[in-house]
């Protein structure tokens, strides 16, 4: 039995790793079985439902709430024995975006994993107009991902201006050992053979030149117990089916999920997504994503770093919105939740 070829697609939150996962699907050999294995922060689970709605017959497995790098990593194995079970030609896995990918590149190199998977090109997504080359060196969530990745993808390319460009790329391109490919791009379009070569298991390697010191495995980030319980009492809502609310890695989500019947305007609905830039009741806020019906169609809206985009999906089964925000940020819930209620439509 041949093995199945695995890629990470890994990056921060609001990098863009759900639209490049949309476009290596829409580009796929026409004659393979993709499986997709998408860890989502929050309870709710956005990105596996925009990818339904894109490829109703993909194989798509989905893990929200929590962190497949560490805390749902017996969830994760139960999964692979699944797929692996349904033999994929390929399988993509996109970790929340709070993790670290050096533990789970592990599984499937040193465990007996590897006897069904083989591990290829690793690819970890920054947003080019809002990542800077000294968060490189401050954070070490960062530090993992360029020290594991075989492909760097620099996206919303459109965004960012020439400078911020140039002096990332001269930052990557001094990365040891170098990486297989640094591409800029918009909405994550990529060639799909990029995803075919093997991954490079990277060494202990200490970089004087900028800074930086890489290990293998050296998971650190610290979890918190999962909450069950809202932190306000909440509203009564027109056919919401459920309010989820996680917190995790310093981090809070809450999701809400609506019946397919429920309705919303989408203009109050585009507003609400601006007002998270200036309202100074809503802090801290990480990502917004939302799946909406609407009069005459069905819309994906997407909030990170300050830009709201908007387009049409084909995803049909309710209406969901979720927010990730900083744990201890002083966000208004209840507030929020008043504005949410106000761009419902009976």
Known sequence: MSRIPVNLVTGALGAGKT???????QHKPHDQKWALLINEFGAIGIDGAILIGDT?????????????CCSAQTELKQ?????ASQQPDRLI???????EPDTLADLFIKTDLKQRFEL?????????ANTDT???????????????ADVIVLNKTDLSSTHQLVTLQQYLSQLYPPKQHIINTQQGQIDPLLLMQPHQTPLTIQRQACGLTFGLSTHMHSHTAAESTLPYAG???HNL????YHSELDVQSIGWLFSAQQGFDWKLVQQLFNDLNHNSNFQGIKRAKGLFRTADSWMLFQWANKHTSRELIAYRKDSRLELLIEKNAKFDFLTFETQLKNTLTL
């Open 56 to 68: 109703p017959s993909l194989q798509i497995t989905q893990l929200p709430g929590g962190c497949i």
């Open 120 to 128: 290829q090109s690793l690819i970890a997504v920054f947003d080019s």
């Open 241 to 244: 089916i459920e309010r989820r």
């Open 134 to 148: 000294n968060e490189f060196e401050q954070f070490r969530s960062l530090q993992n991902l360029l020290h594991m």
């Open 19 to 25: 639209s490049l996962i949309r476009h290596l699907l």
């Open 235 to 237: 509203l009564v809502l």
């Open 79 to 83: 999964a692979l024995n699944t797929i």
């Open 93 to 99: 896995i996109e970790p929340t975006g709070l993790g």
